[in-house]
Every structure is written in C-alpha cells, then in structure tokens.
C-alpha cells in the first residue's frame, strides 16, 4: 500500500506520514471509505512494526498531502482476516507488455496450483504449497505492490489456460478452490518477514541451505532418492553441444563443474557458463548433473527435478502418505520459520 513512512514531531506531538504513488496500483486506496482506509493504515502500521505512539497521519501523493487520518478514530478491532482473506485481499499482476492485471488472491492461488498441478499430488503438499504461495503474494503486495507474471518461482496465467491442458480440469479447479478455502489467510514468517515460495519436485536426497536466505535450511529428504524424477539421461554429440554453446567441444575437452553455494558454474576448456545458463540451453531438470565422455559423445545424467531449495513436492508427498499434514510439512522444510494465521485482533 505504502512504499516507505516518515515520523515527525510537531507541537510536541508525533504526526506519521505515509507516502504513495499515483502508479495505478495505489490509484484506488484514495476513493475508499474512511473506516476502511483508516484500519488498512493502522494495519501497515502493525504489521511493518513502525514505531508510532501518535494519532495523527498524512497521506502523501506524490509530494503532496492528500488525505489526514485521525487513528483514535479508527475502530477497535482490526479484521485481518477480511481484509488478506482470499477473496478480498487484490493482487496485481504485471504482464509481459507491463500492463496490470487486478485480481484475488484466490485467482492467483488457483492460477500457481494449476501450474505445479499433479494427479498424484496429497491434498496436504497442495495446502502447503498454496500457503507459500499466500505467503509470496502479501510479500510481493507489500514490498512491490505487484508481482511478475513471469517470475522465478510461478509463472502466473488465467485458470483457463489450462482447460486444454488437464483432464477433468472442473473436478481439478473444485477440489483446488477447498484446497484454497482451507488455508485461508495462513503465511510463513521468518523473524517477522515473510519468505519467498522456494518449492522444487525432487532433490538428491537432501534440501540446500542458502546464505542469501537464513530461513532456507539443508534437511535430509531421502524419500526423493526413489523418485521417478531422480535421474535423468541426456546424450549429446560433440557438434551438437558445442553448436548449443557456440564454442568448440571435442572428446579432449576439459569440463569442470564448481555447483557451491553462490558460486555455481562450469569451466569448458577455457569458457565459462553458470550452471543455472547451461541446465536451460540444454533443458536439463535441475544443476546438480554429471558429464561422462564417450568416444562420439557425451552424456549429461542429472540428479533431481529444480533447485534443491525449499519443499521437495516429491519428499512432502512421502510425508502425507505417511499420515503428515501441511504444518508438519513446512515446519520440516522450514524448520526456521513461524506459520501465522490472520484473524481479528482486538486493539488496546
């Protein structure tokens, strides 16, 4: 709502400003009723722990004092979950030609199940995965006030897309809209932030840690070693990967690869590609491969299916079969974080 806050004193007295933009994101916090846009002040105040004792807030547009707010005016509870809930908190989407797309949460949450959507997939990894997803979307909303249509951890496309793509998609969609009614307002913290939805299929046995993000640890999932998408076998001639690499590999090539942490690369003779570039020229499933040399080729074997980081769908599903529920799965691949649940809180 707000992308960044100011306290003055004035008259011995605390006056908050907040600061907006007129990009169309912001464009209609203006036009709503005062009640509303007074609880959804008080509510950024609360949740972004800025340290205000006062009454008194400017809203400022652009340089230019729009509207005041006086907070003891503002009723005594807030109703979270009215306004994160699925079906009143708005997300925006930004398209490929940069327009925005405003819609729900829930059209958002359907549109990511849609795309990670297995037949094999327990309710309970599905739940989990939608709360990472909620969690994702109040992030993104709060720090952005918009999240990419095509960005790392989903790609966002209309439900409908994918009536081509799935069998049975109306029995699909129903049991996805439960899944969606049951987590309702629930999120991940890590000390007081929300985290981003690192999700991956299948792994070599374990997660990885990440020293860009603390919340992200490395835990045993050798329920992934008797995955279907644990290995993976690709051959390629000499021409054909120097062509894809536009360089010149022969069998007395070198070929080391470094996959450590932040430094994830692979040295060919004297060129130099990260490993994240390589595994997409060469649609691989994930960074942690093999390269063995053959007289007229070479042979890629890849370990997993995506980063390594985060809930392993296959690892969680493991934990569901075995009467696991989506709290115990995140609180397994998460074991840092704290699972929250917006709800009416009453104010003193």
């Known amino acids: 709502m ?77 109703d979270y979950h009215n306004y994160y809930s699925i079906d009143s908190f708005l997300v925006n989407i930004e398209l490929d030609d940069q327009s925005i797309s405003e819609i729900t949460l829930r059209d958002y949450l359907l549109s990511v199940l849609l795309s990670k959507y297995m037949d094999n997939i327990h309710e309970e990894v599905l739940k989990a995965i939608c709360i990472l997803y909620n969690t994702y979307a109040y992030k993104m909303m709060m720090e952005e006030g918009k999240i990419l249509s095509t960005n790392s951890f989903a790609i966002y496309k209309p439900a409908t897309y994918y009536k ?98 932040m430094n994830k690369k692979i040295m060919i003779d004297q060129h130099i590609f990260q490993l994240e570039e390589f595994k997409n020229i060469f649609q691989l499933k994930s960074t942690s491969f093999y390269i063995i040399f053959y007289q007229n080729f070479l042979r890629i074997i890849t370990q997993g299916w995506g980063n390594g980081l985060g809930l392993s769908i296959f690892g969680a599903n493991e934990i569901a079969n075995n009467g696991g529920n989506y709290y115990q799965i995140l609180k397994y691949y998460f074991p840092k974080t704290k699972i929250y649940l917006y709800a009416k809180k009453e104010t003193s």
């Open 164 to 261: 081509s793509t799935l069998e049975n998609y109306d029995v699909i969609v129903n049991k996805l809209q439960h899944i969606i009614e049951d987590v309702d307002c629930i999120f991940l913290r890590y000390q007081n932030d929300y985290i981003l939805p690192f999700i991956h299929f299948s792994n070599i046995g374990k997660t990885f840690s990440n020293k860009k993000y603390p919340y992200l640890s490395s835990v045993k999932s050798l329920w992934d070693l008797t995955s279907p998408y644990y290995i993976e076998i690709n051959d390629f001639s000499y021409e054909d990967m120097g062509k894809k690499l536009n360089i010149l590999v022969t069998n007395d090539s070198i070929i080391s690869i470094y996959n450590q942490d």
């Open 2 to 78: 707000f992308y960044r806050y100011e306290i003055r004193n004035q008259n011995e007295e605390e006056v908050l400003y907040l600061y907006l933009t007129m990009k169309y994101e912001f464009s209609k916090e203006l036009i709503q009723k005062d009640d509303d846009l007074g609880r959804r002040t008080s509510n950024f105040i609360q949740n972004n722990h800025i340290p205000f004792r006062g009454k008194k807030v400017f809203l400022v547009v652009d340089d230019m004092i729009v509207k005041s707010i006086d907070l003891s005016q503002v009723p005594l509870f807030i």
